[in-house]
């Protein structure tokens, strides 16, 4: 059992829990995430937390493989007032901002976030680790391979997993030092990885519980279930299921998702297969 302090509000994992993806961009990789204007933003946030999802993960910048970054004060501008919104209308939601630049982390949780998910474990932005840690939040700190810019040109690796655990072993110590006390590890599913390594570290994912901290997956709708499958990304709920199946036997406590209600039926019948 884990429990992470999320900006007062304590959050108990004793079974797998749901992150809600949110995205209030133009451009995500799923065009049904994405939701722009304060209504859609509500009434998805508001089904969401009706099927059970514990976190509402806000995007304001597409990490989608060749995507542009946008800077810091456009950032600001898509997420800072959707997050608010969120908070005075869900005050009991727990709200994830989903971001690599210090300056909206800080703007995020001043606005009623109560984590940080961090695509680059700190890598794209120095100051972001650290101000983390004065903010006082839990850390989602991902694995990634590049930038959303370069990472699908032809990614390689001599061993996947052990690269990522390699990877975590210093991140980890880092955040400590930094004073961040909650940090949840994300491999980075498609995140500078083609289908072959993305499967490999989907195997392996059991053993990133040596670190003792909460794991999240994150394959919503990801390439390697179309492009394996040879459908469309809109045609891939079932193909999510699966994998979030085997992610959860293999010892996943945080699924980040766009569709909540066939995660939660997934996590219901997991759970019951292990205490069968």
């Known amino acids: 059992m884990f429990t992470l302090n999320c900006n007062g ?5 004793d079974k797998p829990i749901i992150m809600g993806i949110i995205n209030v961009t133009p451009d995500s990789f799923y065009p049904a995430s994405r939701f722009q204007g304060v209504d859609k933003i509500l009434k998805q946030a508001e089904k969401m937390l009706t099927e059970g999802a514990t976190f509402l993960d806000v995007g304001g910048q597409s990490t989608r493989p060749g995507s542009v970054q946008v800077g810091v004060e456009e950032e600001l501008n898509r997420a800072i007032a959707s997050i608010e919104s969120l908070h005075r ?3 009991e939601a727990i709200i994830s901002t989903d971001t690599y630049y210090s300056r909206v982390a800080s703007a995020a949780v001043a606005a ?25 939040v839990p850390y989602v700190c991902m694995h990634i391979k590049g930038t959303p810019g370069t990472m699908q040109l032809q990614p390689s690796y ?42 490999r570290l989907l ?31 809109e045609e891939s709920l079932n193909g999510t299921t699966v994998l979030h199946t085997i992610s959860l036997l293999n010892g996943a406590n945080i699924l980040r998702v766009h569709d909540v209600r066939e995660a939660a039926e997934a996590i219901k019948l997991v759970e019951a297969y292990h205490y069968a």
């Open 158 to 199: 001599d061993h996947v997993s052990k690269e990522v655990l390699d990877y975590f072993i210093i991140r980890l110590e880092t955040c400590k030092h930094a004073g961040i006390n909650d940090v949840i590890i994300d491999p980075g599913f498609g995140f500078g990885k083609n289908a072959s390594h993305n499967l």
């Open 89 to 91: 209308n869900f005050p």
């Open 203 to 233: 195997k392996d994912l059991s053993i990133f519980k040596i670190f003792d901290r909460p794991l999240m997956a994150g394959l919503s709708r990801k390439s390697t279930v179309y492009k394996t499958l040879g459908i469309t990304v």
């Open 9 to 13: 509000k304590l959050v108990m994992i």
């Open 112 to 136: 009623g976030a109560g984590m940080v998910n961090d695509i680059s474990g700190g890598t794209l932005d120095p100051a972001l680790i650290e101000t983390v840690g004065t903010l006082n």
